[in-house]
């Protein structure tokens, strides 16, 4: 799959690959509003300030069911009414909510099965959000009450730009082990397996003596004595996905049918939700849209960002997306909230919108003066308008405004990382080798180092073509299917260089190993067999050759075709190949078998980067993103400045579209962004 942009390959576009089809023109500008929370007299001063801000769509009725409907079947419309008709007098869009992420307490009164179970049984109550089981009959019929009403009522609102379908599926809670879930999993599992004597085959119940007669017998994986079947661990989560995934489909379906041609979307959380399979959701939305909160006390948190939004733009298929929330300074659920400091807000913005969304919402437009929310950051915060903050609003605004054209337009990538939620999972459950496999931390060095070698990545679900990309890195695959490793067997054979590092390719789909020595189903293609894995004590490090070092894992290699480029000094593997190279049809298959830092393993990408041909960006400076966006007219290169000191980057032929030129440079500030036009 792929297409051309202005005569470049845009390889990870996907023909099938949802638009952003947002009732907003130009860039979208916005925020969660939850005016419920204020007198009507305050809402006049919103709408006034939004306005003054440039936003163009707001978030509404997320959490107001208990308003909306206050008894079964009785319903309150008349303030959204008064709200939504303001909201289009001031030429302001409504992303309007389903609410069912908060339900009623009279839904709980009334049907106390909609409350979920955890896997200890222990039963979750009433009093936060996003409480309930996902299976329950009784949920499911009031939440399609409520979205039928609610469509039934403004499909025809001019102010409905778009519908919100409830909020952050699978978190916090992403799964319930109650007996009606415990009924929706054996129907998930007759589908997915047939018969009986699959799924025991699937499961190796033979091991410790699980094997089932009856499907009654089969239940979730709740609390056991000891760890419980790894395979209907994943099945179990695959099937929590999936029955979520069916709530959005049945809301989107009664909104499709009963408001037509109004997108529906939901908001993912592409790298901190676990629990949702988004390559198996973004097909089933108009619109890709997602939340991105930065972890205020890492460093470098601003790669995370960037990561966050190129996975987001890649389960997109590559089309524009929208950032749906994020925070204008701290939020309030980290140990510690650390506010963004003056320019943070605005490069972070600038960053999703360079990695290509459409949209750049926050949690929230004013910020709550009750409830658990209240010290979160808001674009309207408690300070009020003489605020740094909502000085940068606006400025923000005014910004978005100016990119206008640039909507629509697509990222240019150059090179492509696998992801997959199904091996995150299957990687991370109990008795691994060593609990510290971390998948988020093996993707997370890959993906720096490309950052810092100002590489634009796409990440490719694994099964899925790489044609296109001249280098593909695999961090940690450990469940690869026997098609995922012919793609990328098939892809190195044809000439592209691969990354992969260590417990890749370990085991199939029903977690079984597959035949034979390590690293299983990538053996052929990486030239290597691995005799004996070899975690390391904790803190426990080893030396390699060239004098970096590694942790928590080694390996004995042995070398079947692969040439060893660095070996280990000293360690459990002490005198082995620790990264290999193995030429393999008319391209190059690398392997790294233990856990280097992003000091010891730059070097390696970098050699794998020659190998595929990419031209290291020398001439940009360090800590500064420059990514690429391509439109039907013209090419735009935006640059973010990390640095707390002014950089020039080279502008000949371009035309400013926000920043400060200087000669034939970009000079852009500390800390700040410039855009310009390829002309
Ligand atoms: C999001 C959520 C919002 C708000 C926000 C605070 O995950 O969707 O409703 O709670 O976090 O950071």
Same mark, same amino acid.
């Given at each position: 799959?792929?297409?051309?942009? =202005? ?121 936060? =959000? ?53 009924? /929706? ?10 018969? +009986?004597?699959?799924?025991?085959? /699937? ?334 004590? /904790? ?36 005198? @082995?190949? /620790? ?7 008319? @391209? ?12 010891? +393993? ?28 391509? @439109? ?48």
């Amino acid at each position: 799959m792929g297409s051309v942009v =202005r005569g470049r390959a845009v390889p990870g576009l996907r023909a099938d690959a949802p638009p952003t089809p947002v009732g907003i023109d130009g860039m979208v500008f916005g925020g969660d509003y939850n005016p419920e929370q204020w007198p009507e007299h305050v809402w006049l001063e919103d709408v006034e300030l939004m306005r003054r801000a440039g936003v163009n769509l707001v978030s509404v009725g997320i959490h107001s069911w208990a308003l909306l409907e206050p008894r079964p079947g009785e319903h309150d419309f008349g303030w959204l009414d008064r709200l939504l008709d303001l909201l289009n007098g001031a030429g302001i869009g409504a992303n309007l909510a389903t609410p069912t992420v908060a339900p009623p307490a009279w839904l709980y009164r009334a049907h106390p099965d909609v409350r979920p179970v955890d896997h200890n049984g222990v039963v979750l109550e009433l009093g936060s =959000r996003a409480t309930f089981c996902p299976s329950a009959p009784a949920y499911r019929a009031a939440a399609l009450g409520i979205t039928t009403a609610l469509a039934e009522r403004y499909a025809e609102h001019p102010a409905l730009a778009m519908w919100h379908v409830h909020n952050e599926y699978g978190a916090p809670v992403g799964s319930c082990y109650c007996p009606e879930s415990a009924a /929706a999993f054996r129907r998930w599992l007759r589908r997915r397996h047939g018969d +009986l004597a699959t799924l025991n085959s /699937a499961w190796g119940t033979t091991f410790w003596g699980q094997r089932y007669g009856e499907w009654e017998e089969v239940e979730p994986p709740r609390t056991s004595g000891t760890t419980v079947n790894p395979a209907q661990r994943l099945d179990f989560l695959r099937f929590c996905s999936d029955e979520l995934l069916d709530c959005f489909r049945a809301e989107r379906d009664v909104l499709h049918e009963r408001s037509p041609g109004v997108p529906v979307t939901t908001n993912f959380m592409t790298t901190n939700c676990k629990s949702i399979d988004y390559w198996r959701w973004a097909s089933e939305v108009d619109v890709v849209a997602n939340d991105h909160y930065l972890t205020a006390e890492a460093d470098r948190n601003h790669v995370d960002l960037a990561m966050s939004a190129d996975l987001t733009r890649s389960v997109a298929g590559g089309r524009p997306w929208m950032l749906m929330e994020h925070s204008t300074s701290a939020v309030n659920w980290q140990p510690r909230n650390v506010a963004k400091r003056p320019g943070e807000m605005v490069r972070n913005s600038v960053t999703h919108v360079a990695r290509g969304a459409d949209a750049v919402m926050f949690f929230q437009w004013r910020a709550s003066r009750f409830g658990a929310e209240k010290f979160h950051s808001a674009m309207l915060p408690h300070s009020g308008t003489r605020s740094r903050v909502w000085h940068d609003v606006v400025r923000l605004g005014g910004h978005l405004a100016g990119l206008e054209e640039l909507r629509g337009s697509l990222v240019l990538a150059d090179v492509a990382v696998l992801w997959d939620w199904e091996s995150w999972w299957a990687l991370e459950l109990d008795w691994r080798p060593s609990s510290e496999l971390d998948y988020r931390d093996r993707v997370g060095a890959f993906y720096e180092l490309l950052w810092d070698a100002h590489l634009t990545v796409d990440f490719v679900r694994p099964g899925t073509g790489l044609d296109g990309y001249p280098l593909v890195v695999v961090p940690s695959l450990y469940l690869t299917t026997p098609a995922a490793a012919a793609v990328l067997t098939e892809y190195v054979r044809g000439g592209g260089t691969l990354v992969v590092s260590y417990f890749s390719g370990i085991v199939d789909a029903n977690d079984t190993v597959h035949p034979g020595p390590f690293p299983g189903a990538l053996r052929e293609v990486l030239g290597v067999e691995v005799e004996e894995v070899l975690p390391l004590r /904790a803190g426990e490090r080893v030396l390699l050759d060239g004098g970096a070092h590694a942790d928590t894992w080694a390996e004995e290699v042995l070398l079947t075709g692969a040439e060893s480029v660095v070996r280990y000094v000293d360690g459990p593997s002490a005198g @082995g190949p /620790a990264v290999t190279r193995h030429r393999f049809g008319a @391209g190059i298959a690398w392997y790294v078998s233990t856990r280097m830092d992003t000091a010891a +393993l730059g070097p390696v990408l970098h050699d794998a980067c020659v190998d595929a041909g990419i031209d290291p960006r020398v001439d940009l400076p360090a800590d500064v993103e420059v990514v690429r966006r391509a @439109g039907a007219d013209a090419e735009y290169l935006f640059v973010v400045n990390h640095n707390d000191h002014a950089v020039r980057v080279d502008a000949r032929g371009t035309e400013l579209l926000s920043g400060r030129t200087c000669g034939p440079d970009l000079l852009v500030a500390p800390g700040g962004v410039a855009v310009v036009r390829v002309t």
